[in-house]
């Protein structure tokens, strides 16, 4: 079974502070994606990871980095985190060249930033 | 920017009750996807239908998809209060990557 995994359900920072997301898959995928979700706003992509120590930035990357040092991990950084990224962060991850670009989602992490 | 955009966006039907959801788009497509997220989780594959198909089934799940008009339907038949939650469509926008609607709320009153 494919499985995605975050690190965190739950997590409440401080503002100011440096947060690290962790996503892992187990499907040997070489594309990687960072979503926040927000009411109204639906999903929106900040950052996306082709392979191993590549990236680049999707729609809403500023205050934002990502990591990505081994193939099944990918991580997302707020570098110093302020109240507007209270959000849930979706991780997910895809099969390089399927025809289908189908993305298999971790179950997301709500961060509040306080 | 959103490639897909989901009608309505909030619907409410009694338990048995047969779900339509619609999903339009504005660039041309090679294929289009239906995802759930049950509330506070990530989001689900359900079915993807391709742009040289017009129906597709899986389960008490119909799609169907009419490139001339640009828009794609979602069917539920018979539905179950576990049917309650958002669901998406999904286009592909380049370079492997997808472009989600806002999603329509689905509650199922028993």
């Known amino acids: 079974d494919v499985k995605v995994t975050q690190s965190s359900r739950y997590l409440v920072k401080r503002t100011g502070e440096k947060v690290f997301l962790e996503c892992v898959q187990d499907?040997?995928?070489?594309?990687m994606f960072w979503y926040r979700q927000d009411p109204g706003l639906g999903l929106r992509l900040i950052y996306f990871?082709?392979?191993?120590?590549?990236?680049e930035k999707g729609d809403i990357p500023e205050g934002y980095s990502v990591s990505r040092e081994k193939k099944e991990r990918f991580s997302l950084i707020l570098e110093s985190a302020s109240t507007n990224q209270t959000s849930m962060y979706l991780c997910?991850?895809?099969?390089?060249?399927?025809?289908?670009?189908?993305?298999?989602f971790g179950p997301g992490t709500r961060l509040t930033v306080t | 920017s959103q490639q897909g955009e989901e009608d309505p966006q909030a619907l409410s039907i009694q338990e048995g009750e047969n779900a339509t959801m619609n999903c339009s788009y504005k660039t041309s497509i090679n294929n289009l996807q239906w995802y759930r997220q049950n509330s506070g989780r990530g989001l689900v594959h359900l079915i993807l239908i391709r742009s040289n198909e017009r129906e597709k089934h899986s389960g008490r799940l119909r799609v169907t998809l009419d490139t001339s008009k640009k828009s794609s339907s979602l069917l539920i038949t018979a539905s179950r209060a576990a049917d309650t939650a958002s669901y998406f469509c999904a286009t592909e926008r380049g370079a492997q990557k997808l472009v989600f609607g806002q999603g329509t709320r689905l509650t199922i009153n028993p």
């Open positions: 990871s082709y392979d191993v120590k590549m990236k």
């Open positions: 499907m040997d995928h070489e594309n």
């Open positions: 997910a991850s895809s099969l390089a060249g399927s025809s289908s670009y189908e993305q298999y």
